[in-house]
Every structure is written in C-alpha cells, then in structure tokens.
C-alpha cells in the first residue's frame, strides 16, 4: 500500500514539472522547443528540449549579453577588412570607419546584423575566438551546459549548438538587463550612414501583432533553419519560448502559444509583420540659383553712353 501511494506521489510529481502537452501537439514542425515559465523553470509544453541543435542568429542573445556587461555604449568600434566578407544579415559595415557600441548592440538584436556581431567581438575579445570563449564560459555560469558557442554571429559552423532549454535559461538572463531588454523589444532602428540612415524593422514579427510579447529574437540559416527565443507575460507571469530547426516558424510559435493564451495573431497579421529595411537620404535643401536676365542691345547701347558720358 504504502508503494502504490509512493508510486502516485511520483507520478503527479513528474507531471507537474513534465505535463501531458509536452508531446500532445503533433503538428509543430519544429525539431525541438519549449515553452517555460520564467520564474518557476516550470516545463509547459516541450518537445527534444535538451537536444543540441544549430542556433543561428538566437546566437547573438550571448554576442549582446557580453557586449553590454563589457561595454557602456559610448565606444567607437572601427572594424577591420574582414566584415567586408561577412554574408548578410548585415549592416554593411566599412572598414577602417568609427561606429559607436550602442549602434552596433541595436544593429545585431534588431538588424540581426552579422557584420556587428564580428565587429563588436574583435573589439571586446581582439579575435572572435577569445570572444568565443567568453561567451562559452558565461553560458556555463548560466548553466547552459549543452551550449558551445564558435562566434559571436550564429553564422553555421560545426560544433557550434544549444539546446531549447539552455536557450531558455541565456534568454531569461539577459532580461534581467534593462537595456537589453529595451533594445530587444525595439520595433524600429535608424541607423545613420554619413548624411543618410537607414531604418530597420524589427525581425520579431509577434512585437508587431501580439501584444502579451515582452522581447525575442529570431535566427535563420539554411542548416539551422528558422529559430527563436521570445518573452511572454500573462497575468503578471514571464513565460520563455525557444524553437530550433523549423520550417514554419510563425505558425509553429502561434500554436504552441495557443496553450496559454486564447486570441493569438492570424496568419495575415504575421504576414504583414515582416521585416523590411528602407533607405531615407537626408534632407538638403536646395538653393535658387538667381535668375540672370537677358542682355538686350537696348540694354548694351545705354551702357556705352553712360561710358562715353562719364569719359567727358
């Protein structure tokens, strides 16, 4: 008897922290992800969360951690030759040019900028390995202990992965950190270029249809394929969703948001929350050149006898 009764306690216990829904939704197309309350670490809905996947750009949740605890904001990064070679997302950096920190910290979480990442981890770190290794020791501190971290940008590379769950916990620090958090709920940024500037849109597309969203930051690349981490609130609660390896990025985040919340964003919305970037030239204002009037010969023959009169 008093088996059985253990065995019960046992039981509801592991549904608590692994509830039913864990594997209940079946058309997620996503490898892995999970969806988890903040405070609590309390599991709501996962699936393969412990598995090592390919991050892509939610790399550079890490690349922005190390740069604002390391950084002010206030200093000028001057980029080497390399960011020339970098592929796009990017900000199309010029070597040898100043940049201020801030810029380029808003330019990787809302550009999703590689070229910033590069730059800002050559200027911490000297080379994007020691960057590397900063970023790997302070995943572990974290304990994001499936995370192993090549550069600063999420550009694939080989043994270069995180889970969900470490994703999760990455994510639920860098809220803890204002500016981050401000910069990554960001929906615009400008980014000047001499007499010119640029204004990007946010990637995360729920900032723009869905209004319990707090931050995030998608990723992409042919490998890793879509992924994401993101911050929800309801009824004063903080809930952390990460996705790796999807094909339907949008849809998969709706559904699995669907556990918690009733009025979610249809597809048209989402759709029309796509990011785009828009170039504004700077206004100059043009001057009026003078109006020159006509010579006439009326005109030339009165200033010759003006001429001839003053000669006298």
């Known amino acids: 008897m008093l088996y059985k009764r253990v065995m019960i306690f046992i039981i509801i216990a592991l549904l608590t922290v692994f509830p039913l829904s864990l594997e209940a939704n079946t058309d997620i197309d996503a490898a892995s992800y999970l969806l988890?309350?903040?405070?609590?670490?309390?599991?709501?809905?996962?699936r393969n969360y412990h598995t090592p996947m390919a991050p892509a750009s939610t790399t550079k949740v890490m690349t922005a951690i190390i740069a604002m605890e390391r950084l002010d904001g206030n200093e000028?990064?001057?980029?080497?030759?390399?960011?020339?070679?970098?592929?796009?997302?990017?900000?199309s950096l010029k070597p040898g040019k100043r940049y201020k920190a801030i810029d380029l910290i808003k330019g990787l979480l809302i550009k999703s900028a590689n070229d910033a990442a590069y730059a800002l981890a050559v200027h911490i770190g000297e080379n994007e390995q020691n960057f590397a290794k900063m970023m790997n020791d302070k995943a572990k501190v974290l304990g994001a202990f499936n995370t192993q971290f090549?550069?600063?940008?999420?550009?694939?590379v080989e043994d270069q992965y995180t889970t969900c769950?470490?994703?999760?916990?990455?994510?639920?620090?860098?809220?803890?950190?204002?500016?981050?958090?401000q910069i990554a709920a960001t929906k615009y940024f400008n980014?000047?270029?001499?007499?010119?500037?640029?204004?990007?849109k946010n990637h995360n597309?729920?900032?723009?249809?869905?209004?319990?969203?707090?931050?995030?930051?998608?990723?992409?690349?042919?490998?890793?394929?879509h992924c994401y981490v993101g911050a929800f609130e309801k009824d004063g609660r903080v809930y952390i969703l990460s996705i790796l390896g999807s094909n339907d990025l949008w849809g998969d985040a709706v559904q699995i948001l669907g556990i918690l919340f009733n009025k979610l964003?249809?597809?048209?919305?989402?759709?029309?929350?796509?990011?785009?970037?828009?170039?504004?030239?700077?206004?100059?204002?043009?001057?009026?050149?003078p109006v020159l009037k006509k010579k006439t010969k009326k005109s030339k023959q009165k200033k010759m006898r003006i001429?001839?009169?003053?000669?006298r």
């Open 36 to 46: 988890i309350e903040a405070d609590s670490l309390q599991v709501i809905s996962g």
């Open 76 to 91: 000028m990064v001057i980029p080497d030759s390399h960011v020339l070679a970098i592929p796009a997302s990017k900000l």
């Open 150 to 156: 090549k550069n600063a940008s999420g550009l694939y």
């Open 165 to 181: 769950y470490d994703l999760a916990l990455i994510f639920r620090y860098a809220l803890t950190n204002d500016k981050f958090r």
């Open 191 to 200: 980014f000047s270029e001499g007499m010119d500037f640029v204004t990007y």
């Open 205 to 225: 597309r729920l900032l723009f249809c869905f209004e319990p969203t707090i931050a995030g930051k998608t990723g992409f690349t042919r490998k890793s394929r």
């Open 265 to 289: 964003p249809t597809a048209g919305e989402i759709k029309l929350a796509r990011a785009n970037s828009v170039m504004f030239a700077a206004y100059r204002e043009k001057k009026e050149k």
């Open 307 to 311: 001429a001839l009169k003053r000669q």
